[in-house]
């Protein structure tokens, strides 16, 4: 069983930087892929980025060279540094964890509650 709780949403100007954590409970953190998603009101939950378990990452397009994922397997803890933001990347932002190599949402058997993005012009 893991908890997942994030933190770090906000409301920030066009360019702007946020820094989103997901802290987990559970001794088995670093067995876990670890993903963050985001949905937009009226649209879908889609992939933003995953952090395989042995640290490798990957991106969607839509946010690489912007966002930047990183996990601290000593705090249980995951992060996604959001950079050069843009009113399209507002959203609710979800950690979530999986112990399959995967980037679909309906393969994640861990979510948190989601914190909110808000990305003004």
């Known amino acids: 069983q893991v908890q997942l709780v994030e933190s770090g949403g906000g409301l920030v100007q066009a360019g702007g930087s946020l820094r989103l954590s997901c802290a987990a409970s559970?001794?088995?953190?670093?067995?876990?892929?670890m993903g963050w998603f985001r949905q937009a009101p009226g649209k879908e939950r889609e992939f933003v980025v995953v952090?395989?378990?042995?640290?490798?990452?990957y991106y969607a397009d839509s946010v690489k060279g912007r966002f930047t994922i990183s996990r601290d397997n000593a705090k249980n803890t995951v992060y996604l540094q959001l950079n050069s933001l843009k009113p399209e990347d507002t959203a609710v932002y979800y950690c979530?964890?999986?112990?399959?190599?995967?980037?679909?949402?309906?393969?994640?058997?861990?979510w948190g509650q989601g914190t909110q993005v808000t990305v003004s012009s």
């Open positions: 952090v395989w378990k042995g640290g490798l990452t």
């Open positions: 979530a964890a999986t112990l399959q190599p995967t980037t679909r949402a309906r393969e994640y058997g861990y």
């Open positions: 559970g001794r088995t953190f670093s067995s876990y892929n």
